[in-house]
């Protein structure tokens, strides 16, 4: 983390590039600061939305599944696999 001179709280990615002479060798080094704040955020917002998520499948009993028609296969989330279970007349 890193506090900007405003006084904000910055999450960044910190890199190097090596200073080079004729000959090619190093003598220093150029620091490269990257903000990755609003990568930090969207990161946060998306774990509490799927959380959100989770907890309604669960409170509603319902489960989800997603179908990957470039492998025809299908990806059940335990919850709907369970309900796949319960309902024995259930068809793919």
Same mark, same amino acid.
């Given at each position: 983390? *890193?506090?900007s001179? =405003?006084?904000?709280? !910055?999450q ?5 590039? #090596?200073?080079?002479? =004729?000959?090619g060798?190093a003598?220093?080094?150029? #620091?490269v600061?990257? =903000?990755v ?15 959100? *998520?989770?907890l309604?499948l669960?409170?509603a &009993? %319902?489960g989800?599944w997603?179908?990957? !028609? =470039? %492998? ?5 989330a335990?919850?709907?696999? !369970?309900?796949?279970v319960?309902? #024995? &007349?259930?068809?793919?």
């Amino acid at each position: 983390m *890193l506090i900007s001179g =405003d006084g904000r709280k !910055l999450q960044v990615s910190e890199s190097a590039a #090596p200073i080079r002479i =004729d000959r090619g060798e190093a003598t220093g080094d150029v #620091p490269v600061f990257r =903000d990755v704040t609003k990568q930090y955020i969207n990161r946060d917002k998306l774990r509490e939305s799927e959380e959100r *998520l989770g907890l309604a499948l669960v409170g509603a &009993n %319902h489960g989800i599944w997603n179908w990957r !028609l =470039d %492998h025809n296969a299908i990806h059940c989330a335990p919850r709907t696999k !369970l309900w796949r279970v319960m309902r #024995p &007349n259930f068809r793919r």
